[in-house]
T-cell receptor, first 114, second 114 residues
Framework: KAGVTQTPRYLIKTRGQQVTLSCSPISGHRSVSWYQQTPGQGLQFLFEYFSETQRNKGNFPGRFSGRQFSNSRSEMNVSTLELGDSALYLC?????????????FGPGTRLLVL | GENVEQHPSTLSVQEGDSAVIKCTYSDSASNYFPWYKQELGKGPQLIIDIRSNVGEKKDQRIAVTLNKTAKHFSLHITETQPEDSAVYFCAASIGGGGADGLTFGKGTHLIIQP
């Protein structure tokens, strides 16, 4: 079974631009979560989607948004990029996002904002 | 919200020795505690997890212990091998599933000296 895939793997943007990152979960998984990883703040929860609905979100500004499609693939969007948005963005999938389910992480998209 | 502290930030041990990483959490409602291993260029991979109704769990060379009263949990790796070198993250969650989000510690860089 193929793992979680994320595209692109690397991205360079300039301040003020917007960016869209994509995540394809493991086949059959319907829950997709997004995390931001930085050296200073570590791994932080952004939001989680299930059946095209956002069920939970972390403490991030509204510039960070996401969506999920009917095939469970998910995208996250960051508008008006700031230097501090430079990070590794990780997506994780699980069957339904329920208790006891292992979350499988993708390799991440490394975003550099100049 | 939940806060997870992880120590030490770097741990160097001789191959064959044991390694112990400790975490404390703040929210007594947390009931799911996974440990992830992250290798360079890869996303975090679950290595073991424990729930609040269990005090200890073991999987071959890896074990996790949980003390709910003291709100701390630990990862124990015995007979360390070179491939154990990586960054290890502890995490805590109230619901235990992807929908609830994971709060991560800042990570421990484990170095296995040959």
């Amino acid at each position: 079974k193929a793992g979680v895939t994320q595209t692109p793997r690397y991205l360079i943007k300039t301040r003020g631009q917007q960016v869209t990152l994509s995540c394809s979960p493991i086949s059959g998984h319907r829950s997709v979560s997004w995390y931001q990883q930085t050296p200073g703040q570590g791994l932080q929860f952004l939001f989680e989607y299930f059946s095209e609905t956002q069920r939970n979100k972390g403490n991030f500004p509204g510039r960070f948004s996401g969506r999920q499609f009917s095939n469970s693939r998910s995208e996250m969007n960051v508008s008006t990029l700031e230097l501090g948005d430079s990070a590794l963005y990780l997506c994780a999938s699980s069957f339904q996002g329920g208790a006891g389910e292992t979350q499988y992480f993708g390799p991440g998209t490394r975003l550099l904002v100049l | 919200g939940e806060n997870v502290e992880q120590h030490p930030s770097t741990l160097s041990v001789q191959e064959g020795d044991s390694a112990v990483i400790k975490c404390t959490y703040s929210d007594s409602a947390s009931n799911y505690f996974p440990w992830y291993k992250q290798e360079l260029g890869k996303g975090p991979q679950l290595i073991i997890d424990i729930r609040s109704n269990v005090g200890e769990k073991k999987d071959q060379r890896i074990a996790v212990t949980l003390n709910k009263t003291a709100k701390h949990f630990s990862l124990h790796i015995t007979e360390t091998q070179p491939e154990d070198s990586a960054v290890y993250f502890c995490a805590a969650s109230i619901g235990g599933g992807g929908a609830d989000g994971l709060t991560f510690g800042k990570g421990t860089h484990l170095i296995i000296q040959p």
